[in-house]
């Protein structure tokens, strides 16, 4: 299957994606239950480009650039880097839920891919299938980067709309003032190819509120 | 510590240990999880079941369950559907996938995994990519005529279960008339008229269970989707017919 690279960031950027992610809320419900006002959704989207969403993004262009390279065995360093990039064991675990349900959907949609080879079926974290996937299909590494700010944005802005509604067209241009301001970083972690170079900045506020929220009653997101 | 790949979970298992997986469908409070309550009391000493439950909010299904003692609390697993459970039975079902897997893996050979569904309303069925069969549940506090109305699930889940028959006096619903409603709405598919202690029905529910479970073990049970939609009635110069989508058509 030979597909453009748009064309691949709009499938893995698509909420209609069968691999299980609708039940995320990248950590807005926690942080709404926490004590932020709604009115700070903006500032957290900006927040998390800042510090999640580079962890991320770094993640999987570096996997995308040792599979591309034929570097396989070094992703389990990749795996140890973000690891150590990602203390709260929340936010560990729904990444891995989500890495295997797109792991899942991307075994069947393309049997060659390394997910349904030598990687193990499960407990990959979602920014590293996305890495493996994007060197195998051609997801260039630019898209890639932006793939994960606009995601990330976009699934705050989705269940911000479920949480707390207002116009929803407000929400959606959050989500793009989020992917703008993330443009000054795109060129940074684009080039990244050494496990060790991922960037490390973190939100301590957001582990602490994803923490807290697996012991919250009556929780409308997993996480 | 050496960077390693193994997952945290051992890979999958579970061509070598499918259970028979059957939904149970239904609106919110028709007595989805005691139905269940009563397919365990009725079957675990012969068979080895396990529960998931989908819930809005978190596990509310899942903790009913095991406080009812029907089952090792270990083997109710609940799966959170984020706001969406119908996606989650339907259109999207690698939570649950993952979720009846891991249960079959876990208290490998499972007989019997029984999936419920969050609390939706008449549309929502199970996809067969996910289970094998599945149970409609009504109940009649719900009302007489809901079965009337038919819908996929009313209408073509493998087994429609009339529930809670013995509030039937307290409501003025006449359950014969009921399940006849309900039996013209399927075309003559199985209904069952059932109340928490009415053990000819729980009897018959039993042997119903067994009986699919025993096709399913043959290799002859062949899951049907209900569809998006129920069949309906179109009329023409030749008085009309009834059908049900399965080709392609449009209005």
Known sequence: ????????????????????????SNGLEAALRGGMAPELA???????MATTVLVEAGTAIVTRALVAAGEIERIARVRSEWEARTPSRALREIAIALGDGLARMGRTVWPESLLAGSLPARGLPRPLVLGVLAAEQGL???DLARLVAYEDAQTVAAALLKLEPLDPATAVRWAL??????????????????????????????EEWAEAHTSLERRLFRA | MPDTLSPEVA?????????????IAGPVG?????????????????????????????????????????????????????????????????ANLFAVEELERDFAPLDLVLVESGGDNLTATFSPA?????????????????????GPGIGRADLLIVNKTDLAPYVGVDVEQMVADATA??????????????????????????????????GQHVPQDPGPMAPHFHADENGGYIHSHEGEHAH
Not at chain 1, 178 to 201: D, G, K, N, Q
Not at chain 2, 11 to 23: H, I, M, V
Not at chain 2, 38 to 48: G, H, M, S, V
Not at chain 2, 188 to 213: N, Q, T
């Open chain 1, 1 to 24: 299957m030979k597909l453009s690279s748009t064309t691949l960031a709009m499938l893995l950027a698509d909420s209609r994606l069968p691999v299980g992610a609708h039940v995320v």
């Open chain 2, 11 to 23: 890979p999958d298992t579970a061509e070598t240990n499918r259970s028979l997986r059957l939904g």
């Open chain 1, 140 to 142: 260039e590494a630019g």
């Open chain 1, 177 to 206: 003032e989020a992917c703008e301001y993330f443009e000054a970083y795109a060129p940074s972690v684009t080039v990244l190819t050494e496990p060790e170079a991922i960037p490390a900045f973190s939100g301590p506020q957001i």
């Open chain 1, 42 to 48: 903006p500032e957290y989207m900006c927040a998390r």
């Open chain 2, 185 to 218: 709405a399927r075309e003559g598919g199985p209904v069952l008229a059932l109340a928490r202690d009415d053990e000819k029905a729980i009897a018959e529910l039993r042997s119903w269970l067994l009986e699919l479970l025993a096709t399913h073990r043959a």
């Open chain 2, 130 to 150: 996910l289970i094998d069969a599945q149970l409609f549940v009504l109940d009649v506090a719900g009302g007489g005529d809901v079965a009337r109305k038919g």
């Open chain 2, 30 to 94: 028709v007595g989805k999880s005691s139905l269940i309550a009563t397919i365990c009391r009725a079957l675990a000493d012969e068979l080895q079941i396990g529960v998931i439950t989908n819930d809005i909010y978190t596990d509310e299904d899942a903790r009913f369950l095991r406080s009812a003692g029907v089952l090792d609390p270990e083997r109710i697993r609940a799966v959170e559907t984020g706001a969406c459970p119908h996606t989650a039975i339907r259109d999207d079902v690698t």
